[in-house]
């Protein structure tokens, strides 16, 4: 518990100085008896073949952007190519030190990386295991395009097999890595440890962090290593990610028995520039990167500059940091320096650099260099080096012919997208050890919060239909509490986290009770840091456990966006369905505490591919609807909403079950029948739209069918499109700001699909398209019941003697869009 951690006055307030730690910069040195004992001869040859296969790579390829043509195969490439030209020691020298369990992330510029992982891979996997992956893999698919390129035995086999996968996925094909859904930029093999590249300049920083996480929660071997630029230590995710890897608690709070932090290195290749932006000297102000380090942990995370221009120092600090990381210590700051000798792309001018500088690094180039070194050392001759690359330049010139053959290699078709954007999985438990037990420090019977429950009212009305109390009442928090005990008593890998989910009971009491039940690693509190939380999300769940991250408002989800919008939706999808989401992402939308604490932005995330949306309203939904959240494989986002934390069950006659159920995903509710009007809500203006409903009847006559859509995406039209079809009238309402509401989305559907049964437009309500007022003035600006009858009266059905309370009529809402108010 935290509180074993005192703050205590009369030591923080004692003066002192803080001393740093020196922070090593190119320290290695050569040595070559040491290096051959260490690498072996064939093992330093094997990383020179490598730093010449995707120097070979890279230039193919930007012959092929630049003039169409290489070696006399013409291709025109539309998609982009990130060349990694000049920067090849740094990768290898990398991957030499990594094992095939070892993970790693990267960036926009990750073909020299994914070609490094993988043709280490190649070397050091058993080989029945390199034929078996090779076989499965996407049935066997690049296999067979694998063979048809000549080769020696099954490791040479390999060979052709990553060389081919890459290519096909840069040119976008079906047999590429991830069927041509990634390409360029997105290119990964998860089965030889090259994870997802990112092209979010830092995105891979805090999904690593989540990969490492998933690796120390549940005791699997290996590290995990972000691959990021230079640049990329500007942008806030990065730092966030770094916070969220060096918290204490992995070792004050966590038990040792847990394996301490998650094993993540920083790996920054900096070759000091971000496109034109010179990081040194321009555009960031550390001077030397590692430097940051020391602003991170008292450990400096055991930063250091490595001369990215020497595989073998490179290889060595890598194997150093590694024993850190799995000793528990990290995280680690590896700056490893280097040169881009390509432009940032083909089309690169190099305007912001001059030609003497690139004269400089080619000069030290390092394949040269190291090559020269091992002849030197009689590791190999010139001819035996030349002989080498000859053999790589061939394979390429058969792999290119083959993957920019239409026939031979043809693309995906817009069926096959369609059914990788969700996966749809129902999965009881997620991870591959069927022998895990899920971890609790209690049965669930024992537990104080379900003890409390046994006895509360599941129904909010007693058997004379009088409201139940407060305190004696089973309330929507509580329905998502019992949700999340039932999961975690099943799944061994689920783990949540975020801001307040320990001690404090989780935002609005939901998680109270949890802490009591669950050790450290399923439960913890996050650093304030909500792009990494999510991201931290996507790489645990990527890498195959579930995940629940909890932003507390939906306002936050801003502080997220790249984690959301670009991450948790699209890496389904980007993978061709190789990896699953199973990320629950909950954010409640507020009251009471103003402007940037009370948006309902169900919206933004309804416009994004790749997620699903949900929007409880009631306890039996809230529970059967994150019920359904936690058994799925997909991300999903969940609303709630704060108005709504301490409702009960109003509508299920039984009262919320104690046993499990799943809400069937993308079915409306209808909550009170009707027959002349039907009010479709979203979220907590279901209990307006009711009360609007009961005016509507008693002083109009108007009877009125209230339908709760409780989805976003996906959605079933069909309940919505049969109750218009009955009235031939829909209003719809949300707390949702009413410019760009989804509200609008489903109107303009309803309108399409119903068209002929509609006597009246589709009416939209939703919050004035201003900033949330004070609580005191709240009614100015959600929907309320008033609204509702008005704009009924006013543009779906003229309600007789009705004296407007509002004005809801076309001029008004056309004078509001003129002002943009
Ligand atoms: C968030 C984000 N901002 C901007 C870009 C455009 N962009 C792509 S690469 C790049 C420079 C990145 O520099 P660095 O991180 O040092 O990596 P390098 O290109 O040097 O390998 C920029 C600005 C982007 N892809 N993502
Ligand atoms: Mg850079």
Redesign the pocket.
């Known amino acids: 518990m935290p509180k074993s951690i005192v703050v205590d006055p009369s030591k923080v307030r004692k003066p002192g100085t803080l001393k740093f730690k020196d922070i090593p910069v190119n320290a290695y040195r050569r040595d070559f008896q040491k290096e051959e004992a260490r690498w072996g001869r064939e093992g330093m040859l094997g990383m020179w073949r490598d730093m010449a296969a995707i120097r070979e790579f890279e230039s193919m390829l930007n012959a092929i952007k630049t003039q169409g043509n290489w070696n006399g195969i013409e291709y025109n490439h539309k998609g982009p190519a990130?060349l990694?030209i000049g920067?090849e020691a740094a990768s290898v020298g990398q991957s030499a030190a990594l094992g095939v369990e070892d993970l790693v992330f990267g960036?926009?510029?990750s073909h020299g990386e994914i070609l490094a992982k993988c043709l280490a891979a190649t070397r050091r996997m058993d080989e029945k295991k390199l034929e078996q992956v090779m076989k499965t893999y996407l049935d066997g698919e690049i296999l067979a395009m694998a063979e048809k390129v000549s080769y020696d035995g099954v490791r040479d086999l390999a060979v052709n097999f990553v060389l081919y996968g890459a290519l096909a996925e840069i040119f976008a094909r079906k047999a590429g890595f991830n069927r041509g859904l990634g390409g360029s930029m997105h290119a990964f093999f998860a089965p030889f440890g090259s994870m997802p590249n990112n092209?979010?300049?830092?995105?891979s920083a805090d999904i690593a962090v989540g990969a490492a996480l998933y690796k120390r929660i549940n005791a699997k071997p290996g590290i995990v290593i972000a691959n990021?630029?230079?640049?990329?230590?500007g942008?806030g995710p990065v730092w966030e990610a770094m916070s969220l890897s060096a918290m204490d608690q992995y070792r004050t709070l966590w038990p040792s028995s847990d394996g301490g932090a998650p094993p993540v290195m920083f790996n920054?290749?900096?070759?000091?520039?971000?496109?034109g932006?010179q990081?040194d000297g321009e555009t960031m102000g550390y001077g030397t990167l590692a430097r940051i380090g020391a602003g991170v942990n008292p450990d400096n995370m055991h930063a250091e500059r490595v001369d990215g221009y020497d595989p073998l120092a490179v290889a060595e600090a890598t194997a150093r940091k590694r024993d850190i990381l799995l000793a528990g210590k990290g995280p680690v700051l590896l700056d490893v320096m280097t040169y881009?000798v390509s432009g940032?792309s083909p089309s690169d001018a190099s305007s912001y650099r001059t030609p003497e500088e690139i004269k400089l690094w080619q000069d030290a180039d390092a394949i040269v260099d190291f090559g020269a070194y091992l002849a030197k050392n009689g590791v190999t001759t010139d001819s035996g080096l030349a002989e080498k690359r000859a053999g790589i330049v061939k394979k390429l010139e058969a792999v290119l012919k083959l993957a920019t053959d239409e026939k031979a290699s043809p693309r995906v078709n817009g069926a096959f997208i369609e059914s990788v954007m969700l996966s749809n999985g129902k999965v009881e438990r997620m991870g591959d050890d069927p022998a895990a037990v899920p971890v609790l420090l209690h049965p669930l019977s024992e537990n104080v919060r379900v003890k409390a429950l046994a006895d509360k009212a599941r129904f909010a009305f007693d058997a004379d239909g009088k409201p139940v109390s407060k305190n004696k009442l089973f309330q929507y928090r509580d329905a998502l509490f019992e949700a999340m005990a039932h999961r975690y008593s099943i799944d061994p890998t689920m783990a949540a986290w975020g801001e307040e989910n320990r001690d404090w009971g989780g935002a609005f009491a939901v998680y109270r009770g949890l802490t009591e039940l669950l050790p450290y690693k399923r439960l913890f509190n996050s650093s304030i840091s909500e792009g990494a939380i999510i991201g931290a999300g996507v790489g645990y769940a990527l890498s195959g456990g579930r995940a629940v991250v909890e932003l507390m408002y939906a306002d936050f989800m801003g502080r997220a966006g790249?984690e959301i919008f670009n991450q948790a939706s699209k890496w389904q999808s980007m993978s061709a369905g190789i990896l699953k989401m199973p990320l629950v992402m909950r954010v409640s939308v507020g009251s009471k505490y103003g402007a940037q604490h009370s948006q309902d932005w169900a919206a933004l995330v309804a416009h994004i591919p790749g997620l699903k949306v949900y929007f409880p309203a009631t306890p039996y939904d809230a529970k059967g609807m994150l019920n359904l959240a936690l058994r799925g494989t997909d991300p999903v986002v969940f609303f709630e909403s704060q108005l709504l934390y301490d409702m009960g069950e109003r509508f299920e006659k039984g009262g919320v079950p104690k046993g499990y159920y799943e809400v069937p995903e993308g079915v409306p509710a209808v909550r009170k029948p009707g027959k002349d009007l039907t009010i479709a809500t979203i979220g907590a203006t279901l209990y307006k739209a009711l009360e609007a409903a009961d005016i509507l009847e008693s002083k109009y006559g108007v009877s009125t069918e209230v339908i709760d859509l409780r989805f976003i995406s996906p959605l079933d039209y069909g309940p919505l499109v049969e109750s218009v079809s009955k009235t031939g009238r829909l209003l719809l309402a949300s707390d949702a700001a009413e410019r760009g509401s989804f509200l609008h989305t489903v109107a303009s559907n309803v309108q399409t699909l119903a068209f002929d049964k509609l006597d009246a437009p589709v009416a939209v309500v939703g919050s004035r398209n201003w900033i949330t007022p004070a609580a005191e003035m709240e009614e100015l600006f959600f929907p309320q019941k008033d609204w509702i009858v008005d704009a009924v009266h006013e543009r779906i059905l003229p309600l007789p003697g009705r004296e407007p309370a509002t004005n809801q009529t076309t001029l008004e809402l056309a004078r509001r869009a003129r002002l943009g108010v």
């Open positions: 990130h990694s920067q960036s926009h510029r092209a979010i300049v830092g995105g990021i630029g230079d640049a990329s230590m942008c920054v290749f900096n070759n000091f520039y971000g496109m932006g990081t881009r940032h790249d």
